[in-house]
């Protein structure tokens, strides 16, 4: 093999401080970035026998992406808006008491957020499933809950849902996320862990977050079919885009709050309540921020360049 450039060497080594400064193993790390652990180890050795520079260079480039990354905005972690804290104690409610409770809202107004900062601060006795059109039957949901629990995977429901039941135990939450996804059967199965727990005077939570599909399907036409879940609901709050807060403008945007710009916090408060949401005012934020132009008109700007609906904020710039 050939002798390796300085800045071969430098990318070995920037692998080496990325392993030790996440914690992770070498497998995992090599894996992060799309390259195996052993042709890494090899080519430190010397004796890989395949073409180095190849491997190297994936090294690189992903390093290459993670610096970038870092010179761009990016949003603070979880921040206890007005919306995002009641559904945290929604859920909160629903693990302690137990029992089934929907949560609906508007795309991008903080319910996701939510729902990953309890499973942080809950990691041993909450469990967090994100649906997607892949697997939004029940027989996928319970292939989803299994792989979250450590379960054993079974060819038949039945099984998956006896395996699944095995590693639950009192106290525990479940939380699907994009629960408007789920099929009537699959909002059933997953509504019959709680009721498993209750019918042996124990407390298992499961909460549904998603989007205004589950609400409209249980409160709207197809209320009939669904009456055993309404029923069975002890919790079923709803939030929408308005409902946002000038503070939670504030709290997400503590750049705009310490130099007063109350103008951008207030356009910005505007986008946030409008079908942009809070996800869309932090994006617009991010993109003016690294354009390096936040100020009223920057934003404004952004906004008509990420084709955003203005109207009725028309008025503000």
């Known amino acids: 093999m050939k002798e390796l450039t300085e800045i071969q060497k430098r990318a070995l080594k920037q692998f080496d401080d990325f392993t030790e400064r996440e914690g992770l193993s070498a497998n995992k790390a090599a894996e992060r970035i799309g390259i195996s652990s052993a042709v890494i180890s090899l080519i430190k050795s010397g004796t890989y026998t395949g073409n180095a520079a190849n491997q190297i260079d994936k090294i690189i480039a992903y390093f290459n992406t ?30 302690i008491k137990g029992g089934f409770s929907i949560i609906t809202g508007h795309a991008g107004i903080g319910k996701t957020k939510a729902v990953q900062e309890f499973k942080r601060q809950n990691p041993i006795d909450s469990i967090v499933v994100t649906v997607n059109p892949c697997c939004k039957s029940t027989k996928a949901l319970l292939k989803l809950i299994a792989l979250q629990l450590g379960a054993q995977l079974a060819a038949g429901a039945d099984d998956l849902w006896f395996n699944v039941c095995s590693k639950l135990h009192d106290g525990m939450v479940i939380i699907i996320d994009e629960g408007q996804l789920l099929t009537f059967h699959g909002l059933e199965t997953v509504r019959s862990f709680s009721d498993y727990f209750a019918d042996r005077g124990q407390t298992l939570g499961v909460a549904i977050v998603g989007n205004n599909g589950i609400r409209e399907r249980i409160e709207g036409k197809t209320k009939d ?74 934003l404004a700007n952004m906004a008509k360049f990420m084709r955003m609906d203005l109207t009725g904020i028309g008025m503000l710039i």
């Open 66 to 95: 993670k610096e970038a990354a870092a010179d761009v905005y990016r949003e603070q972690g979880y921040v206890p808006t007005s919306i995002s804290s009641k559904v945290y104690e929604t859920i909160r409610s629903c693990k």
């Open 225 to 298: 079919s669904y009456r055993q879940i309404n029923n069975r609901t002890w919790q079923r709050p709803y939030f929408e885009t308005k409902d946002v807060q000038y503070h939670d403008i504030e709290q997400l945007f503590p750049i705009l709050t310490a130099e007063e710009k109350t103008k951008e916090l207030t356009f910005l408060h505007k986008i946030a309540q409008s079908a942009e949401g809070i996800r869309g005012a932090v994006r617009l934020f991010g993109n003016a921020y690294d354009a390096e132009a936040y100020d009223l008109d920057g």
